[in-house]
C-alpha cells in the first residue's frame, strides 16, 4: 500500500475541534437566548420559542412546481443550511490523526475464530487545492482471505479504480470547493461473513495555495438528473442546478427552449434554474443544457435532460382503486410523501397516482426536527403545509411522523444540557402538534424507542430522562389534542425476539402507569423472502388484546437476489391479508409511492415501479382488499 501526493505538503498542521464545539456552543447560546413558549421549561437552558409570523410560509410561484390541484407556498427567509453542511470537520479531528476503524460486527459472531479485515499504514493527507491525491488501499484479512472493498462516498469528480489485484486506488484532485476537511471513507468488507466489515476512514484537509491561479480553472457540470417517466399535458418542473468545482455559480441556458416551455432562476437559490415545460405529444424528450463557467465564459458544456412522455390511458389501472377498495374494508391504505413532490418533474402524475390510490399519508422527511425546526425558534413548515394542502384537496387523512425520535436531530438539541430537554420537548410537541392540531389527527408520538436487543434506545431524550421520558412525551401530546391518535412506531418487531418482547413489557408499564397510548406502529421494512406470518399475526393479536390500535406503517418488500416480483406480491397480499383478518388493525401504509423515490430504491420495494406502472404487488393488494374476510 503506498500513499503517494504529488507535490506533497508538510502534514501536520492541524485545524482544531474547536469550530465544531463552536458551532455547536453557538447553537447552545441561541437556545439560550431564546424564551420558552410553555411554562414547562424547567429554567433559562436551551429553550425553543414557539413558531412566529417570520416563520409563516409564503405562497410560491406556480412556474417553480407542478402542483395542480393545491396551493404551494416556501419558506420565507434564506435557505438554511443542510443538516450536514453544519456538522463540518475541524482542525481537533484532523489533529488526532486517522480516525479509529469502525467496526460492524454480526450478532453470533465468534470472533475467536474469524478476525475483521483492517487497512494498513493509511493516514491523514494535507493537500493544495488543484493538486493530486493518489492513494492505493490493500485490505488485509487475517484469515487469509481477500476481503471485498467499497468506497461510503467519492467525492465530485473522484474516482476508486481496481487494480485487479486485490488492491484499489483513490484519485482525486480537490478543488475550491474542497477547501476544509474531507473524510473519505472506505469498508472492507469480510470474505467469510459479509455481515462483518471494518470501514476505515481518512482525513483530507485541502488548503488555498497562496497563488490560486496555479488551480485549474475546470469545466462546470449539471447535477445530476433522474430519468423520468410523465404524462401528456402535465407540467413538468426540472430543477436544473449547475455545479462548479471551483466554488464558483455557473450559469444554465437552454439554446432550443421548447414552445409552452419556461427557464429562469431560482430568486432564492442562484445555482438552480427551473424549467418548465409542458408536452403535448407522447414519445422520448431530450432538451440541451447548456452550463458555462461563470470566470471563462469560454468554458462550457452543454449536458442533455430527456424525459418519457405517455398518454393518460398508459396509467389506467384494471380493477377498483386501492382506496375504494379499503374503504369497503374499513380501513385506510397509505404512503409516505416524497418531500416536496410537487417541485419534481412527475410531481403531478405523482399527486394524481396518490390521490386516486390512497386515503391516508406520511410525510416522509418534513416533519423531522432536524427539517422543521433547524435552529432553535427557527422552523421550516413549508413542506408540511403543502402537504396538508395536498390531502385537504384529496380528502386523505395525515399521519403525523415523526415527534420524538433519536435520529435527524438538529446540531442545537445535540448540544443541549440534559436537564433542559424535557422542557424542550414539551415545548416542540406543543409547537408541531398545534400548528397542525386540525389536520393531523394521528401521531408518530415516539419514534424507535428500543435497540435491537430489546433495551431502550440511546438517545438525548434517554440520556436526559431515561425511559421517563416515553411517558412524558406521551402525556404531553394527549394534554395538546385529546382526540388524537397516539403511537409508539417501531420496526423489527414482526418476529419473535428480544425488541418484540421488550415492545410488550414496555405497553404493559405505560398501561399500568395510565400512561395514554392509542396504538403501536409497526413499520414492517421487509424483504420479499419474509415467511414469518404466523408470528405477526399473533403479534398483532397481543397488542390487540392490550386494547390498542395496530396500524402498518412504512411497509415496504425489498427484492433481493433470489426473490421476484411474485413473491414480492405475495408478501403484500399476506401482509394486508393479516391486517384485515385483525379488527383492530386501522391502516396499511407503504413507506413511498413509486420505486423512483424509495429510501431502498435499490430494491424496488414498491408497488408502482419508476414509470407508475402498477406491478404484481399492487394487483395483490387489490385482491387481498377484495377476497380477505
Ligand atoms: O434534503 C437533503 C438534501 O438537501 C441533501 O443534499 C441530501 C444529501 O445529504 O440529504 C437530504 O436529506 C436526506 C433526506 O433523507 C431526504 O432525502 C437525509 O440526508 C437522509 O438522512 C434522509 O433519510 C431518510 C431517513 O428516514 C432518515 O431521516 C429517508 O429518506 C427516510 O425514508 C427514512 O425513513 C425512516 C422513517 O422516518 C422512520 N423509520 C425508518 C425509515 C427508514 O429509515
Not at 424525459?307 to 374499513?330: E, K, M, Y
Request: with cysteine.
Amino acid at each position: 500500500m503506498c500513499t503517494s501526493v504529488k507535490n506533497p505538503l508538510m502534514h501536520g498542521s492541524n485545524r482544531s475541534h474547536l469550530a465544531r464545539c463552536l458551532v455547536l456552543c453557538t447553537a447552545f447560546i441561541l437556545a439560550g437566548c431564546g424564551g420558552s413558549s410553555s411554562d414547562n421549561n424547567p429554567g433559562n437552558g436551551a429553550a425553543n420559542l414557539a413558531p412566529g409570523q417570520d416563520d409563516e410560509p409564503v405562497p410560491e410561484n406556480t412556474r417553480f412546481n407542478t402542483a395542480t390541484n393545491f396551493s404551494v407556498t416556501r419558506e420565507p427567509g434564506p435557505r438554511l443550511p443542510e443538516p450536514e453542511e453544519i456538522l463540518e470537520l475541524t482542525d481537533v479531528e484532523f489533529n488526532r490523526g486517522l480516525p479509529a476503524a469502525v467496526l460492524q460486527t454480526p450478532d453470533g459472531l465468534d470472533t475467536s475464530i474469524n478476525q475483521p479485515p483492517f487497512f494498513e499504514n493509511l493516514q491523514n493527507l494535507e493537500v493544495l487545492a488543484g493538486d493530486t491525491i493518489e492513494v492505493v488501499y490493500q485490505p488485509q484479512d487475517p484469515d487469509g482471505e481477500l476481503p471485498g472493498m467499497f468506497p461510503e462516498k467519492l467525492p465530485q469528480g473522484a474516482q476508486f479504480v481496481d487494480n485487479f489485484d486485490g488492491s484499489k486506488t483513490f484519485t482525486w484532485q480537490p478543488l475550491q470547493m474542497d477547501v476544509g476537511i474531507n473524510r473519505f471513507t472506505v469498508t472492507a468488507v469480510d470474505a467469510a461473513d459479509q455481515r462483518y466489515r471494518s470501514s476505515q476512514s481518512i482525513l483530507i484537509k485541502v488548503v488555498l495555495p497562496e497563488d490560486s491561479s496555479t488551480i485549474p480553472n475546470v469545466a462546470p457540470m449539471l447535477d445530476t438528473i433522474l430519468a423520468h417517466t410523465v404524462r401528456v399535458n402535465d407540467p413538468v418542473v426540472f430543477e436544473l442546478k449547475g455545479i462548479d468545482l471551483n466554488g464558483t455559480v455557473p450559469t444554465i441556458e437552454i439554446p432550443d427552449l421548447p414552445a409552452m416551455a419556461s427557464v429562469e432562476q431560482d430568486p432564492r437559490f442562484n445555482e438552480i434554474y427551473v424549467l418548465k415545460v409542458v408536452p403535448t405529444t407522447v414519445g422520448e424528450f431530450t432538451i440541451d443544457v447548456l452550463v458555462r463557467d461563470s470566470v471563462d465564459p469560454g468554458l462550457f458544456v452543454t449536458e442533455q435532460v430527456s424525459f418519457n412522455v405517455l398518454a393518460p390511458s398508459a396509467f389506467d389501472r384494471p380493477g377498483t382503486a386501492l382506496r375504494a377498495l379499503a374503504q369497503n374494508r374499513d380501513i385506510d391504505i397509505g404512503f409516505a410523501a416524497l418531500q416536496s413532490f410537487y417541485h419534481r418533474p412527475d410531481g403531478a402524475l405523482y399527486a394524481d397516482t396518490a390521490a386516486r390510490e390512497f386515503s391516508i399519508v406520511t410525510p416522509e422527511n418534513s416533519m423531522k426536527m432536524d427539517h422543521i425546526n433547524p435552529q432553535p425558534g427557527r422552523y421550516q413548515f413549508a413542506a408540511t403545509d403543502n402537504l396538508v394542502s395536498f390531502a385537504r384537496q384529496y380528502g386523505m387523512r395525515i399521519h403525523g411522523h415523526p415527534l420524538i425520535w433519536y435520529r435527524q436531530l438538529p446540531a442545537w438539541v445535540e448540544a443541549t444540557q440534559p436537564q433542559d430537554r424535557e422542557g424542550l420537548m414539551r415545548d416542540y410537541i406543543t409547537n408541531i402538534m398545534s400548528r397542525y392540531q386540525s389536520d393531523i389527527t394521528l401521531w408518530d408520538v415516539v419514534n424507535e424507542p428500543l435497540s435491537d436487543n430489546g433495551g431502550f434506545r440511546d438517545s438525548v431524550w434517554f440520556e436526559a430522562m431515561g425511559e421517563r421520558y416515553i411517558d412524558l412525551a406521551l402525556q404531553q401530546a394527549r394534554r395538546v389534542d385529546p382526540s388524537a391518535t397516539l403511537l409508539i412506531n417501531e420496526f423489527d418487531i414482526a418476529f419473535a425476539g428480544p425488541k418484540f418482547d421488550a415492545l410488550l413489557q414496555l405497553v404493559d408499564n405505560l398501561q399500568a402507569r395510565q400512561i395514554p397510548l392509542d396504538g403501536i406502529g409497526f413499520q414492517l421494512h421487509l424483504f420479499a423472502d419474509f415467511d414469518q406470518f404466523d408470528e405477526l399475526a399473533s403479534h398483532f393479536a397481543a397488542i390487540a388484546a392490550r386494547g390498542l390500535d395496530i396500524y402498518i406503517t412504512e411497509l415496504d418488500v425489498s427484492l433481493s437476489a433470489n426473490t421476484t416480483l411474485s413473491t414480492q406480491a405475495d408478501v403484500y397480499q399476506q401482509i394486508a391479508t393479516i391486517c384485515l383478518q385483525q379488527s383492530r388493525c386501522r391502516a396499511l401504509q407503504m413507506w413511498g409511492l413509486t420505486d423512483q423515490y424509495s429510501f431502498r430504491s435499490n430494491f424496488d420495494p414498491l408497488p408502482f415501479d419508476r414509470a407508475y406502472q402498477a406491478k404484481p404487488a399492487y394487483r395483490a393488494l387489490q385482491q387481498a382488499l377484495e377476497n380477505s374476510r
